[in-house]
């Protein structure tokens, strides 16, 4: 039974790196659609996410079965229920890249953001090529210490959000009322898929270690009574 057990374990950690490497493909695809105003790269994008949904479900399916089945404890029940928190969370950042290009695939043939968004854009673009690939490193290896690099860098891509609003206030702004709507969707779009990044990060984290950094107890420090 343990066989068994282990070999169908092993089958649930190939579909969740596949589904990581198809999550790393759509933000890179969503990137060119958006910067490039690649109408072949939005459609990819989009088509790919029916295959991303395909292997949630089937890993929830594979993982309630090996519930059942097998009645899991200690490590083993800590890896199947941190596996379905991953596949909803990489399931959830497939629907962010497909939000960003459907986005650009309805503006195309024209950009979908005026020219003075592009250098900022750019940036977190190439934030977040850096963090798919640490993604799928990090799964590939289940490393600690990549998914802590995650958690950590992450702050970057926040003030790089914060200074999206500055240009959507900005009194030379160029664009249309549209482009400001689409440029506080998508910069909130490329936010949140750093912060799925970081929540799946800490999911490995808990699978290596039994450490939950989410749940990590704040800092209290000494307050005067005034």
């Known amino acids: 039974m343990r066989v068994i057990f282990n070999e169908e374990l092993a089958q649930v950690s190939d579909d969740l790196d596949h589904m990581v490497q198809d999550v790393r493909k759509a933000i890179n695809g969503a990137g060119d659609a958006l910067l490039k105003s690649d109408i072949e790269a939005a459609q990819t994008v989009i088509d790919g996410d029916i295959e991303i949904d395909a292997l949630e479900s089937s890993i929830i399916e594979q993982c309630i079965r090996l519930l059942a089945k097998q009645s899991p404890v200690a490590t083993d029940l800590r890896v199947i229920v941190s596996t379905l928190r991953l596949a909803a969370t990489f399931e959830r950042m497939g629907d962010l890249a497909r939000h960003i290009a459907e986005t650009a695939r309805r503006t195309y043939p024209q950009p979908t953001l005026p020219p003075e968004c ?109």
């Not at 750019?122 to 490393?143: C, G, N, P, Y």
């Not at 995650?150 to 009322?177: M, P, R």
């Not at 799946?200 to 290596?208: E, L, N, P, S, W």
Request: no cysteine.
């Open 118 to 226: 592009t250098e900022l854009f750019t940036q977190m673009q190439e934030f977040l090529i850096m963090t798919a690939d640490r993604l799928v490193k990090m799964m590939s290896d289940r490393s600690a210490t990549t998914a802590e690099q995650i958690i950590i860098d992450d702050d970057k891509l926040d003030e790089l959000h914060h200074q999206t609003f500055d240009l959507a206030l900005a009194e030379d702004w160029s664009g249309s009322k549209q482009q400001v709507i689409d440029l506080i969707l998508i910069a909130r779009f490329v936010e949140r898929l750093g912060d799925h990044a970081v929540s799946a990060a800490g999911r490995v984290v808990y699978i290596v270690s039994g450490f939950d950094p989410s749940k990590e107890p704040e800092t209290t420090t000494d307050q005067d009574p005034d």
